[in-house]
């Protein structure tokens, strides 16, 4: 299947033809069509399944044809997309930005964090498509700024996550405000009970998407699992990094303070690494991201709710230097890479305290994660005696490389380019008093 086959507009398709797209993901053959016939829909999908382009594309469809039938009309707020971190949201209005390049709609993106005056003034020059973070949206509501009476389209996104940052109350003010006559769209990665209480509240007689079952790992994400002593982490990752082959590696570390200092380790032994979370300025998180994704940054360490909804082209590797304690973020953490058809290595490491975690996550992944027993840092207590550091270099562990997509992989933002896997998303959300301290 193709795009053309979606019954799509003429600028549209050549707007994604402008990306470099040319086959939907599953998600987007299933719910696009739904969503031009302007149903309600429930969609559960994790991170990489192409979920922005799923909504977007149609919602841009619907609103032209609706400005077509009524044209000049003065510029109100007719879409909505909520989303819970800051990155997300920009990453999304760039989505909507570029799949809609032949179409005379205006979008903007709000969220805090930065001064609120250019976002005010574009909203009183009038938009069509507003993507927000709660608060803010809260913050620009209760100062008369932006209406919500005239919205037809409503996306709730990622509202597991919502819900994890402590966003749900928020959300149902929101709500409350919207008119009760609208199209919407609810997505999230897994579905607890009161996310499906909300859902229930939310929509009418919703068209079902389910593309990954709930709680699982993408299959063609290869896993594995090291004990490790907690003082001999570092030297593992080192150990681990000494392969060139390994290009990118995306780290997650429990704390804040933990990914400050895996990142100044690792530079201290020559291997590039930033760190990023919420201590980290907007422009900090911002410039570490970009460096990333351009590979000036080889390691990017960070803590969940910073790194929640990170895209970057082509991640071959995941490394959990900490298990989470909820299994549920584990799936999340090692689907930053295995993206829209491609495949990724996601490597764990677990001392004596996480063997609680990792009994949890294999527990809800349904399956038992491989362990590698030859390696330099083997635990003391696990069976075997730790090796010296001076064997490292004739045991180092082979460490295979991420065979390339089938041809079938996916784009950027969340469409397929040229059978390249890409997506564009985000993933720091604005700083909620329910946080904890420690991310």
Same mark, same amino acid.
């Given at each position: 299947?193709?795009?053309?086959?979606?019954?799509?507009?003429?600028?549209?398709?050549?707007?994604?033809?402008?990306?470099?797209?040319?086959?939907?993901?599953?998600?987007?053959?299933?719910?696009?069509?739904?969503?031009?016939?302007?149903?309600?829909?429930?969609?559960?999908?994790?991170?990489?399944?192409?979920?922005?382009?799923?909504?977007?594309?149609?919602?841009?469809?619907?609103?032209?044809?609706?400005?077509?039938?009524?044209?000049?009309?003065?510029?109100?707020?007719?879409?909505?997309?909520?989303?819970?971190?800051?990155?997300?949201?920009?990453?999304?209005?760039?989505?909507?930005?570029?799949?809609?390049?032949?179409?005379?709609?205006?979008?903007?993106?709000?969220?805090?964090?930065?001064?609120?005056?250019?976002?005010?003034?574009?909203?009183?020059?009038?938009?069509?498509?507003?993507?927000?973070?709660?608060?803010?949206?809260?913050?620009?509501?209760?100062?008369?700024?932006?209406?919500?009476?005239?919205?037809?389209?409503?996306?709730?996104?990622?509202?597991?996550?919502?819900?994890?940052?402590?966003?749900?109350?928020?959300?149902?003010?929101?709500?409350?405000?919207?008119?009760?006559?609208?199209?919407?769209?609810?997505?999230?990665?897994?579905?607890?009970?009161?996310?499906?209480?909300?859902?229930?509240?939310?929509?009418?007689?919703?068209?079902?998407?389910?593309?990954?079952?709930?709680?699982?790992?993408?299959?063609?994400?290869?896993?594995?699992?090291?004990?490790?002593?907690?003082?001999?982490?570092?030297?593992?990752?080192?150990?681990?990094?000494?392969?060139?082959?390994?290009?990118?590696?995306?780290?997650?570390?429990?704390?804040?303070?933990?990914?400050?200092?895996?990142?100044?380790?690792?530079?201290?032994?020559?291997?590039?690494?930033?760190?990023?979370?919420?201590?980290?300025?907007?422009?900090?998180?911002?410039?570490?991201?970009?460096?990333?994704? @351009?590979?000036?940054? #080889?390691?990017?360490?960070?803590?969940?709710?910073? *790194?929640? !909804? =990170?895209? $970057?082209?082509?991640?071959? /590797?995941?490394?959990?230097?900490?298990?989470?304690?909820?299994?549920? @973020?584990?799936?999340? #953490?090692?689907?930053?890479?295995?993206?829209?058809? *491609?495949? !990724? =290595?996601? $490597?764990?490491?677990?001392? /004596?305290?996480?063997?609680?975690?990792?009994?949890?996550?294999?527990?809800?992944?349904?399956?038992?994660?491989?362990?590698?027993?030859?390696?330099?840092?083997?635990?003391?207590?696990?069976?075997?005696?730790?090796?010296?550091?001076?064997?490292?270099?004739?045991?180092?562990?082979?460490?295979?490389?991420?065979?390339?997509?089938?041809?079938?992989?996916?784009?950027?933002?969340?469409?397929?380019?040229?059978?390249?896997?890409?997506?564009?998303?985000?993933?720091?959300?604005?700083?909620?008093?329910?946080?904890?301290?420690?991310?």
């Amino acid at each position: 299947m193709s795009f053309n086959n979606l019954q799509l507009i003429e600028p549209v398709l050549k707007a994604l033809v402008h990306e470099g797209y040319t086959t939907p993901t599953p998600i987007q053959q299933q719910a696009i069509p739904a969503i031009l016939e302007q149903k309600d829909l429930l969609g559960c999908a994790q991170t990489g399944t192409g979920k922005t382009a799923a909504f977007a594309i149609p919602i841009l469809q619907l609103m032209h044809q609706q400005q077509q039938q009524s044209p000049n009309g003065r510029r109100n707020i007719k879409a909505l997309i909520l989303t819970p971190t800051r990155e997300l949201a920009i990453q999304i209005e760039e989505s909507f930005n570029a799949y809609g390049k032949y179409l005379d709609l205006k979008h903007l993106v709000i969220f805090g964090g930065v001064n609120q005056f250019s976002q005010v003034n574009a909203l009183r020059r009038g938009i069509d498509i507003l993507v927000a973070t709660p608060g803010r949206l809260l913050d620009l509501m209760n100062q008369g700024h932006i209406s919500l009476r005239d919205i037809n389209f409503f996306v709730l996104d990622e509202a597991d996550r919502m819900l994890d940052m402590g966003f749900v109350h928020d959300v149902k003010r929101v709500i409350a405000k919207l008119p009760a006559k609208r199209q919407t769209l609810f997505f999230s990665a897994t579905m607890p009970p009161e996310i499906q209480q909300l859902a229930n509240v939310l929509l009418t007689n919703p068209v079902k998407v389910a593309v990954t079952p709930v709680s699982s790992t993408v299959e063609i994400i290869q896993q594995s699992i090291y004990f490790v002593d907690k003082q001999n982490k570092n030297a593992l990752l080192k150990d681990i990094l000494a392969d060139a082959d390994i290009k990118t590696v995306l780290v997650f570390a429990r704390t804040k303070h933990g990914a400050d200092k895996v990142a100044k380790e690792l530079n201290r032994n020559s291997i590039r690494a930033e760190a990023i979370h919420g201590n980290k300025s907007q422009n900090a998180r911002q410039s570490a991201l970009h460096n990333f994704k @351009t590979r000036q940054t #080889r390691v990017l360490v960070a803590t969940d709710i910073a *790194a929640r !909804g =990170i895209d $970057i082209d082509e991640l071959t /590797h995941v490394v959990n230097y900490d298990l989470p304690n909820i299994p549920e @973020t584990y799936v999340h #953490r090692i689907g930053r890479t295995g993206r829209a058809g *491609a495949s !990724g =290595i996601a $490597i764990s490491f677990c001392d /004596h305290e996480e063997k609680a975690y990792l009994k949890d996550i294999q527990k809800v992944i349904s399956k038992t994660i491989p362990v590698i027993e030859e390696h330099p840092y083997v635990m003391a207590n696990n069976n075997q005696q730790s090796q010296r550091p001076a064997q490292r270099a004739s045991q180092r562990p082979s460490f295979q490389k991420r065979p390339n997509s089938n041809g079938n992989g996916n784009g950027n933002r969340s469409g397929s380019r040229n059978g390249n896997s890409q997506n564009a998303n985000g993933f720091r959300g604005e700083r909620r008093r329910s946080f904890s301290n420690s991310y």
